[in-house]
């Protein structure tokens, strides 16, 4: 019955004067969904900060499985592990499938703390934003972040209807994904879990400014949930078209659905605790840190 009406709402969203009607309708059934299916997830999922060694060395995996192995997007590795130099002052953070214990989805953030750490997009793709003004180098480090690397394993999308949901964002994979998906479960079941964990992160620690290089398609998708990006610039080709985005972590948990809010408080409750950088695995041997440190402070 629900699939019959929802392919029949398709049918007549373009007919002039009804989509003021239709849009309402799908989006109280898109929250009615979102609401049940943040109502068991944790009973299937738990949230997961990498402050030990082996908890960093599954967002590792998981992101070498996604992008080096299924896109291509970077080099395989013998370790299996896919990391960068902006681990060094990042946290990685994962959702744990309490039957398995396997990673289903991680996500980082990239949290710089003086002049001589860039976010990713600051040094592959600078051209990304337009306009000077919104340029994180205009900020103070500590108050920037930049959210990166989200990875959905496959096997976690491995039913038909999850195969179109994109394995670095979450967004549909085609042009009609928008209807079609947005109320299939795994779309705020996953990605849109793995952002809010990250905005509760920023919240707890105080950052104002979060950066995003991004699909158009998905910030698109994301507004049709309430959530409101400020693209900064054209798209650029980074693994794939993207766009620079930078939203408030607090806006985008005051912009969403009542049922979007009260999952986020569910989340916040999951946390009990945000390590500093000390206590977090560096990947990197310590002749190699101590050389990077050191170009750091002279960059700085």
Known sequence: MKRRLLNALRKVKHVPGLNRVVKPVVKYKVNKTIDAVASHFFEHFSLVIASEEDDVKTCFKARHEVYCEE??????????????EF???????????????ECAGTIRLVMPQHAGQLLPLESSCPEAIRL???????????????????AI??????????????????SPNHKDGLMDKQLNRNFPYLSLALYFFAAT????????????????RLARSLKFLGVRFDQLGH???YHGK??????????????????????????????EDVPNFGAIYNPFPAKETAKRSSKQKRAA
Not at 153 to 168: E, T
Not at 206 to 212: C, G, K, S, T
């Open 242 to 271: 993207r766009a620079a985005f930078l939203i408030s972590p607090e806006d985008f948990v005051s912009q969403v659905s009542p049922a979007l809010q009260k999952f986020q408080r569910s989340i916040l409750k999951e946390i």
């Open 201 to 216: 992160i920023c919240i707890l620690r105080d950052i104002e400014n979060v950066y995003m290089m991004m699909e158009p």
């Open 235 to 237: 798209e650029v080709d």
């Open 153 to 170: 394993p496959k096997r976690f999308r491995r039913r038909a209807a999850d195969q179109q949901l994109s394995p670095v964002g979450g």
């Open 87 to 101: 681990d060094e002052y990042s946290l990685s953070c994962y959702i744990k499938h309490r039957a398995t214990g």
């Open 132 to 150: 000077a003004e919104h340029s994180p180098g205009k900020l103070p480090r500590h108050s920037i972040c930049e959210v990166s690397r989200l």
């Open 71 to 84: 896109l291509g997007f970077e080099e395989k590795r013998k370790s299996r592990m896919e990391f960068d």
